[in-house]
C-alpha cells in the first residue's frame, strides 16, 4: 500500500495490517502442524536429548547484528560445554558464522537482503523462508532448543522458521517486552517460551539474558559482554598470514596504519566525504598511514574519499575476503567510519573505534536506531550522534534516500572524539609479524 494512502486511513490501517498478520501466523501454525502430522516434515522430540542439541536462529543480512550475537554464542558453550549448537543464518552472514569455532553446524538460507517493506512483501519473505527451509533443513535432526534472540518484531520471520523446525523449546522475548502500545500476541504464539525483560540494555547483553532466563546459562554480569573483545573474531584474525596480507595490499609492516570506512548500506548513514578530509590530516599528524576500506558495493565511495586525500592513502576497495578484512582491522592503530558493519568488527576485535551514527544520543534506548542498542561492542569504543536531528525527523533520522541528519555531525565533535582515542591508541602497541 502507498505510504499517502496508509497517512489517510491512519490507525485503521495498521489495525487492519494487525488482523491480517494475526490471520496470516494462524493459517501458518495450522498449516506446518498439519504437515508434522502427515509425517512430510520431522516430529518434535519427545524428551531432550544429553547431549542436548541447540538451535540459534538469525536470519538478519546485517554483519553488525551477526557480531552483536557472538557473546551470547560464546556463553552459551562455555555453560554447555557438551552441547552441539547449530546456527540458522542468512545466506550472505554464513561464512562467517562457519569461522566460528563454538559454532558446530551452521546452515545457509537464501532470504535475500531486503526487509519486508509491506504485506506483500512480508508474505513473500515467509514464502521465501518455507522455500528455503524446506532445501535446506527438513532433514534435519530436530533440536531440543531453539533460541530467536531478536526482540519481538520478527522482520526476519527467525520464529516462523524456529516453529517449522520443530524444536519442543522455542524460546524468544515476549512482544509486549519493545512496545506495549502494539503488542503481538500471535507471533508469541510461534513460541513456547516467551521470556519479559531487556529494556534499556545493548543487543549483545539482551541476547545474552535470554538463555539465563531459559535456564540455559548461569547467571552473570552482563557488564563485560559490551566491553569485552570476542576471542572468537580474535581467532579468525590471527588464521590470517599477516605478511603475505600486507605485501598484496601495499601496506608497510613497520608503520601504524589507521582504517577509514567511509561507507554504509544506506545513503543516510554516509557522512560527507569532505568531512572525512581534515580527519585524515589528524591522522596523519599522528605518524599514521590511512587505509581507506569500502566493500564491494562502495567501491565508488572509497575511491572517490581515497583521491581526494591524495597518493598517501591506501584504497582496499572490495579487494579482500571477510577473513582478511578482520584481519586487516585487527592490525589497525584506530578505526572510524559511519554506522557499518566493520565498525562492528574493529571494535569487537579491541581496536578504538569511532562511530558516526544518524540517531540522537539521547533517543529511545530500545528504538530501531538507538545508539545505546546498537553501538560496536568493544573496550574502546566512542560514537559522535547529530547535535539535533532535521525536519521532519525527530530522534532518529527516518530518511531513506538521502543525506540527511547526518549532516549535523560536525568536524569538530568527530576531530575531538578521533583526538581522544589516538591518545589511548598509543596505550596499545601494534601487533607484532608473525
Known amino acids: 500500500m502507498k505510504e499517502p494512502l496508509k497517512r489517510a486511513i491512519g490507525p485503521t490501517y495498521h489495525t487492519l495490517a494487525r488482523i491480517f498478520r494475526a490471520a496470516a501466523t494462524r493459517v501458518f501454525r495450522w498449516t506446518v502442524d498439519a504437515a508434522r502430522g ?57 561464512p562467517l558464522f562457519r569461522l566460528i569455532p563454538v559454532v558446530d ?28 527451509y ?30 517449522m523446525v520443530g524444536a519442543t523449546r522455542r524460546i524468544g522475548y515476549a512482544s509486549t517486552v519493545a512496545s506495549s502500545s502494539r503488542p503481538a500476541p500471535y507471533r508469541d504464539a ?44 580474535l581467532a579468525v584474525a590471527e588464521s590470517v598470514d599477516w605478511k603475505a596480507l600486507t605485501q598484496r595490499l601495499g601496506l608497510q609492516p613497520d608503520r601504524p596504519f589507521a582504517v577509514i570506512a567511509p561507507g554504509a548500506s544506506k545513503p543516510v548513514r554516509r557522512w ?14 599522528h605518524g599514521l598511514s590511512i587505509v581507506i576500506l569500502s566493500g564491494p558495493g562502495d567501491v565508488a565511495i572509497g575511491k572517490e574519499l581515497s583521491g581526494s586525500l591524495g597518493d598517501g592513502a591506501i584504497l582496499i576497495a572490495g579487494t579482500t575476503t571477510f577473513v582478511e578484512t578482520v584481519a586487516l582491522l585487527s592490525h589497525a592503530r584506530i578505526f572510524l567510519g559511519n554506522d557499518s558493519g566493520p565498525g562492528h568488527v574493529a571494535g569487537a576485535l579491541g581496536i578504538p573505534t569511532l562511530t558516526i551514527f544518524v540517531s540522537l544520543r ?56 578521533t583526538a581522544r582515542l589516538l591518545r589511548a591508541s598509543k596505550e ?5 609479524l608473525p
Open 105 to 132: 553446524r551452521v546452515h545457509s538460507l537464501d532470504l535475500g537482503g531486503r526487509l519486508p517493506a509491506n504485506l506483500s512483501m512480508e508474505l513473500g519473505r515467509m514464502w521465501k523462508m518455507v522455500r528455503e
Open 38 to 94: 502427515l509425517h512430510l516434515i520431522p516430529r518434535s522430540k519427545d524428551a531432550p536429548g544429553s547431549p542436548p542439541r541447540l538451535l540459534v536462529i538469525s536470519l538478519t543480512h546485517h554483519i553488525g547484528d551477526s557480531i552483536m550475537l557472538l557473546p551470547m554464542l560464546e556463553r552459551l558453550r562455555s555453560a554447555n560445554p557438551d552441547a552441539t549448537i547449530e546456527c540458522a543464518v542468512e545466506e550472505t552472514m554464513a
Open 134 to 163: 524446506w532445501r535446506t533443513m527438513r532433514r534435519l535432526e530436530v533440536p531440543d532448543v531453539c533460541i530467536a534472540a531478536r526482540w519481538p518484531d520478527d522482520l526476519f520471520r527467525d520464529r516462523a522458521l524456529g516453529y
Open 428 to 432: 596499545q602497541p601494534c601487533r607484532e
Open 272 to 285: 560527507p566525504l569532505e568531512r572525512w578530509l581534515p580527519v585524515a590530516d589528524l591522522l596523519k599528524q
Open 362 to 417: 539521547n533517543s529511545d534506548a530500545d528504538g530501531y536506531s538507538s545508539v545505546t542498542r546498537i553501538h560496536p561492542l568493544g573496550p574502546e569504543t566512542a560514537f559522535v550522534t547529530p547535535s539535533a536531528c532535521i525536519a521532519p525527523c525527530t530522534d532518529f533520522c527516518r530518511e531513506t534516500t538521502t543525506v540527511h541528519c547526518i549532516q549535523n555531525v560536525s568536524e569538530d565533535a568527530v576531530l575531538q572524539e
Open 190 to 233: 510461534l513460541l513456547s517460551e516467551a521470556y519479559a525483560g531487556g529494556n534499556g540494555l545493548h543487543e549483545s547483553e539482551r541476547f545474552c539474558l535470554l538463555p539465563v532466563r531459559a535456564g540455559l546459562a548461569p547467571e552473570s554480569s552482563l557488564e563485560d559482554v559490551v566491553s569485552a573483545p570476542l576471542q572468537s573474531l
